[in-house]
């Protein structure tokens, strides 16, 4: 059997824990926090990772992770995941969708050919309807952020005695 990671935690240390592993936004972050309250138990890896539902590995990496860089190490960093076909911050993107869009109001495989041309991409149509959805909410918030304080609240339309 391999010698176990014990880590000593302070008070303010384990209260940051708790307070993540209670309040965390994402379920992962909590989830990590739990796994550190736990190893702080003198827990094994194994004992932590059938708690928690995962590998030992992983319980060492995040532990390894947790004591280089503290409870921020713990929490996601930005960047992961696939990056998106289409982007709502590439103007390249938004003009060419708007002007296909304009040209082929009703049909969606004419536009996704085009954009297929111009773009050099290759997307389902429903990625395009994504896009295009987020494109109309993101304008609608947009408008709505323009219009907040311009309207007058109504006169109450009480009668004099």
């Given amino acids: 059997m391999g010698k176990i990671k014990i880590i000593e935690l302070t008070d303010e240390q384990r209260a940051e824990l708790e307070n993540g592993y209670r309040k965390g936004k994402s379920h992962t972050f909590r989830s990590?926090?739990?796994?550190?309250?736990?190893?702080?138990?003198?827990?094994t890896s194994t004992e932590v990772a059938e708690v928690i539902g995962c590998c030992e590995m992983v319980i060492n990496n995040w532990l390894t992770r947790y004591l280089e860089e503290g409870i921020e190490g713990l929490r996601t960093r930005a960047g992961r995941g696939r990056p998106p076909i289409l982007s709502q911050q590439n103007p390249d993107h938004l003009n060419k969708v708007k002007d296909e869009i304009e040209k082929h109001p009703n049909s969606v495989k004419t536009v996704i050919a085009a954009l297929s041309e111009d773009l050099d991409l290759q997307m389902h149509p429903e990625t395009l309807k994504r896009f295009l959805k987020k494109m109309v909410t993101a304008s609608v918030a947009h408008e709505r952020g323009l219009r907040v304080g311009r309207w007058k609240p109504r006169e109450s339309k009480k009668k004099p005695f």
């Fill in 32 to 43: 990590r926090c739990q796994m550190m309250l736990l190893k702080s138990e003198k827990r």
